[in-house]
């Protein structure tokens, strides 16, 4: 598991793969000295025999009685006893450069997790978490993977993913992810009994964590939001509402696919006003003449309470959630007025 706990260092000097180029030159050496030893030993054999019954000597699989001259004998034993040492440390070097080479993997890949914050972690990377990361990745998010399966770590990996090779319910592997610097976790397992094990967990690690559990089970549901779980995702019974509301009324269904489509042409989503954001202060009216490309659905205030199509002259406070619709362009740059520094006085 990847974590800042590992005592395991490779001391300066030959790095592992050198010492395992100098450990295989000496193999072929001896290899190469003994064939040719047998060559002259053995004066009726030529190079493939003597090559493979230097080869069975070092190796020590066995090779009968081949009739070995005197010299031969002498020179066989010469040959076994410094072949097995010699293969037996360059097999030796060969596993410790394998295992060197994980750690410095695990190394690299935790220092990269250190250097980001306000990122989202995802546990599990099946077939639900990929579509996760993927949209995640859509709007530039900074996104880590926790999963246990080998494989899977490798793939993703391959994908220039920031990976966990680790257990999610752990909180060691939760603290590699760097839940403590996260803004928001999802846990996707197909065993809601994980899921509520990760929610608890990542609550304890992080209480301002924003947490999407994922819900297999409609008696899971009560028991992850107790968890800890902002929100919860149960796709049968999600699915089975979605599937009656595109019957019922189809045309909506549509827009609000599209809507969640980039390449729908526009966007519905939430936006939060921080605090240091341009956006304080202004009347929707104001910031309607520098932004009319979008429209104000709702907005949410911090108290929690709802307004829908808000008046012209409602001014924007600090954590005010717009829920606007828009085309993707103007989502960014709505997205960066939300955030941006307040400009300086004149």
């Known amino acids: 598991m990847i974590g800042g706990r590992s005592h395991i260092s490779i001391k300066s000097g030959n790095s592992p793969l050198d010492t395992v180029f100098s450990a295989l030159g000496a193999l072929f050496l001896v290899i190469a000295i003994g064939t040719t030893g047998f060559m002259i030993t053995e004066e009726q054999w030529g190079f493939w025999k003597s090559l493979y019954f230097c080869l069975i000597t070092i190796t020590t699989v066995g090779y009968g009685d081949y009739g070995l001259s005197p010299a031969g004998e002498r020179f066989a034993t010469v040959v076994l006893l410094i072949g097995i040492g010699t293969a037996t440390f360059c097999f030796g070097q060969i596993t410790r450069a394998l295992i060197a080479y994980q750690f410095d993997w695990r190394r690299r890949m935790q220092n990269k ?15 639900l978490g990929e579509e996760v990361w993927k949209h995640l990745l859509q709007t530039t998010a900074r996104v880590v993977v926790i999963e246990q399966d080998a494989e899977r770590v490798e793939n993703l990996t391959d994908e220039g993913m920031l990976v966990v090779h680790g257990n ?24 809601d009994p994980v899921n509520i094990v990760v929610t608890l967990s990542a609550r304890e690690l992080n209480p301002k964590i924003t947490i999407v559990a994922c819900a297999h089970d409609s008696t899971s549901i009560a028991k992850l939001r107790r968890a800890g779980a902002d929100h919860v995702i149960a796709p049968d019974v999600h699915g089975g509402r979605d599937i009656a509301q595109t019957l019922v009324e189809p045309d909506l269904a549509a827009f609000m696919a599209n809507a969640c489509d980039d390449e729908g042409g526009y966007r519905v989503v939430a936006v939060r006003i921080d605090n240091d954001s341009s956006m304080v202060g202004q009347s929707l009216r104001q910031y309607g003449e520098k932004r009319p490309d979008f429209v104000l659905v709702a ?22 959630v717009l829920i606007i619709a828009a085309d993707v362009e103007t989502v960014s740059h709505i997205r960066a007025d939300a955030s941006a520094t307040k400009r300086r006085a004149a």
């Open 299 to 320: 907005l949410r205030l911090p108290d929690g309470s709802m307004r829908l199509r808000p008046r012209a002259d409602t001014h924007f406070s600090v954590d005010d």
């Open 113 to 127: 997790i250190n250097q980001i914050s306000n990122h989202y972690i995802i546990c599990s990377s099946g077939p």
């Open 168 to 191: 999610p319910t752990e909180d060691e592997a939760l603290i590699a992810a760097g839940i403590e610097r996260a803004c928001g976790l999802t846990t996707v397992s197909e065993n």
